[in-house]
Structure formats: C-alpha cells, structure tokens
C-alpha cells in the first residue's frame, strides 16, 4: 500500500499537481492515474516472468515509468519495421536495471504507533529488542480447590441446609447471599435459576423462592453431591 501510493503521489506525478480544477475532472484524472500504474504493473511482471526465479518485486517501477515516457515521445515499436528491428524496449530496460534481492527479516516488524504514548524505560524488564525464541520452559501448578466442594461444603447444600431452618419462609435471593456470605451475586442467582430446573426450589416470584415439596424437612433428610 505504502509503495502504491507513493508511486501514485510522488513518482508518477514528480511533484506536479492535478491539472483539473472541477470534480469531475479530478475524478478523471485519478482514474487515469489508477489506469498507468496498472498497465505499467502488468507490463513488469511480463517483463521478469522471463528470467525464472526472480521476484517481481526486484523490477524497478521508476525505470518502467521512464521507459514507457521515452517510447510514446519516440513512437518506438509503433512501426511493424521497428518490431522487426529486435528493439526490446521497456522490458529491455526492466531486466537491464533490476533491484538488488530483498533483506530477509532477522527481527519482528516495529510499531512505529504504539498504543501508550510513554515508551518502555530501559530498565524495564521488557526486551526492547527482537529475541531469537531457542527453548521454551513450561511449568506445571496444582489445580487449585472448586469452590463448590463435594458433600456438606458445597453451595447447594448450604442453601439447602438453610431453607430447612425455616421451610415456610419465603426467600429472597438477597437474604441467601447475606446468610451464606457469598460476593458472586451473578454467578449465584444463575445457580439458583438451575437449582430450580433441577427441580430442588420453587419459584414463586422474582428473585424469591421455597423449597420444593420433595426437599421439605419431613421429607427423607438427603443431600446432593456436588460435581465439580
């Protein structure tokens, strides 16, 4: 993109500016623009197909542009004896004046715009600089205790537990987490969404629920293990 538009800008032009001075013709002008450099494109990459294994990349856009200027001054090639003649013209020229190989990255590309204004200090300890990656270490943790511990511990049985206290007590999501001292107020109000379905609660209103018949305290006193 970068090389595109500096032909377009900077090469092509050589520092003159659009002749036009309405819209319309500005509109033609960039079109014509778009047209040369795509002809001038297709006409190099014909030109290097014919020497295998070079890049595209190495014909010279200038060297084109100067040589499809000096065959329309001239009229080269426009006469059948001139084609004759053995006159290559412009792909002459490509081949006669290619770039040297391009440099192979040896370091990652730079932001030149970070997002942080302030650059990492010096004595920071962030590289600076582009490191060749020869090992990688890994390091294996514990996995760490569920919060929702099997048995007695886990959160179910605690709600569980506490409905029985007072199983005509109509309970309000708020109330269970003041008793059991959660700070996951999300998270556990999706819990008791799913404890309902389970078919361990009832419903009666938003955010408001009893203990389901089967889980009353003259029912058969059972618990539910917890999965991790």
Same mark, same amino acid.
Request: one cysteine or more; a positive charge.
């Given at each position: 993109?970068?090389?595109?538009?500096?032909?377009?800008?900077?090469? %092509?032009?050589?520092?003159?500016?659009?002749?036009?001075?309405?819209?319309?013709?500005?509109?033609?002008?960039?079109?014509?623009?778009?047209?040369?450099?795509?002809? !001038?494109?297709?006409? %190099?990459?014909?030109?290097?197909?014919? !020497?295998?294994?070079?890049?595209?990349?190495?014909?010279?856009? $200038?060297?084109?542009?100067?040589?499809?200027?000096?065959?329309?001054? #001239?009229?080269?090639?426009?006469?059948?004896?001139?084609?004759?003649?053995?006159?290559?013209? %412009?792909?002459?020229?490509?081949?006669?004046? !290619?770039?040297?190989? #391009?440099?192979?990255?040896?370091?990652?590309?730079?932001?030149?715009?970070?997002?942080?204004?302030?650059? +990492?200090?010096? $004595?920071?300890?962030?590289?600076?600089?582009?490191?060749?990656?020869?090992?990688? +270490?890994?390091?294996? #943790?514990?996995?760490?205790?569920?919060?929702?511990?099997?048995?007695?511990?886990?959160? #179910?049985?605690?709600?569980?537990?506490? %409905?029985?206290?007072?199983?005509?007590?109509?309970?309000?999501?708020?109330?269970?987490?003041?008793? !059991?001292?959660?700070?996951?107020?999300?998270?556990?109000?999706?819990?008791?969404?799913?404890?309902t379905r389970e078919g361990l609660l009832d419903k009666i209103a938003n955010a408001t629920y009893t203990l389901a018949t089967d889980w009353l305290p003259n029912s058969s006193s059972r618990l539910v293990t917890e999965?991790?």
């Amino acid at each position: 993109m970068e090389t595109t538009y500096y032909a377009l800008w900077h090469t %092509m032009p050589a520092g003159r500016v659009l002749r036009s001075q309405d819209p319309r013709g500005l509109e033609q002008d960039v079109w014509a623009l778009l047209t040369l450099y795509q002809v !001038l494109r297709m006409a %190099m990459a014909d030109a290097v197909e014919s !020497l295998p294994g070079i890049d595209p990349d190495r014909a010279s856009f $200038t060297i084109a542009l100067q040589s499809a200027r000096d065959e329309v001054i #001239r009229a080269d090639h426009i006469l059948p004896q001139q084609q004759q003649a053995g006159t290559k013209g %412009m792909a002459t020229a490509i081949r006669a004046s !290619l770039l040297p190989p #391009r440099r192979a990255r040896t370091s990652a590309r730079k932001v030149k715009c970070p997002t942080s204004r302030y650059p +990492a200090h010096p $004595t920071s300890g962030h590289s600076l600089k582009s490191q060749n990656v020869t090992r990688l +270490a890994r390091a294996l #943790r514990a996995q760490p205790p569920s919060t929702a511990a099997a048995g007695h511990g886990g959160q #179910r049985n605690k709600v569980l537990q506490i %409905m029985r206290t007072a199983p005509d007590r109509i309970w309000r999501a708020r109330d269970l987490v003041n008793e !059991l001292g959660f700070t996951g107020y999300d998270s556990f109000y999706v819990q008791l969404g799913r404890w309902t379905r389970e078919g361990l609660l009832d419903k009666i209103a938003n955010a408001t629920y009893t203990l389901a018949t089967d889980w009353l305290p003259n029912s058969s006193s059972r618990l539910v293990t917890e999965t991790p």
